[in-house]
């Protein structure tokens, strides 16, 4: 079965970075978009980033564009996230996700059918 285990999660300052990583098996990685989203207390899981099966397209929701990066090693089954010039507003719990799907931007909490068990990102003032 597919599975996803994230890493690199922590406690930051503000404007610091952290780079997120995602390890995928149970699956043809170079087949499936990947993503990440992310929930902080009291709130709904949100879209953070998605990339393409071959990575050549990015997206990125406005909260974070122009911070952070997504990546994909398609050799490593792996998915990356550096984020930079971290906010205490980023804190969350961060997901990666997986499907099939064609468009990034299809790519939402409703479409996506496999999770990790999520990495705390916690960015104190």
């Known amino acids: 079965q597919v599975q996803l285990a994230e890493s690199g999660g922590g406690l930051v300052q503000a404007g610091g970075s952290l780079r997120l990583s995602c390890a995928a098996s149970g699956l043809t990685f170079s087949s499936y978009t990947m993503g990440w989203f992310r929930q902080a207390p009291g709130k709904d899981r949100e879209f953070v980033s998605a990339i393409s099966r071959s990575g050549n397209t990015t997206y990125y929701a406005d909260s974070v564009k122009g911070r952070s990066t997504i990546s994909r090693d398609n050799a490593k089954n792996t998915v990356y996230l550096q984020m930079n010039s971290l906010k205490p507003e980023d804190t969350a719990v961060y997901y990666c996700?997986?499907?099939?799907?064609?468009?990034?931007?299809?790519?939402?909490?409703?479409?996506?059918?496999?999770w990790g068990q999520g990495t705390q990102v916690t960015v104190a003032s």
């Open positions: 996700a997986t499907d099939n799907l064609e468009l990034l931007s299809d790519f939402g909490v409703h479409a996506v059918s496999y």
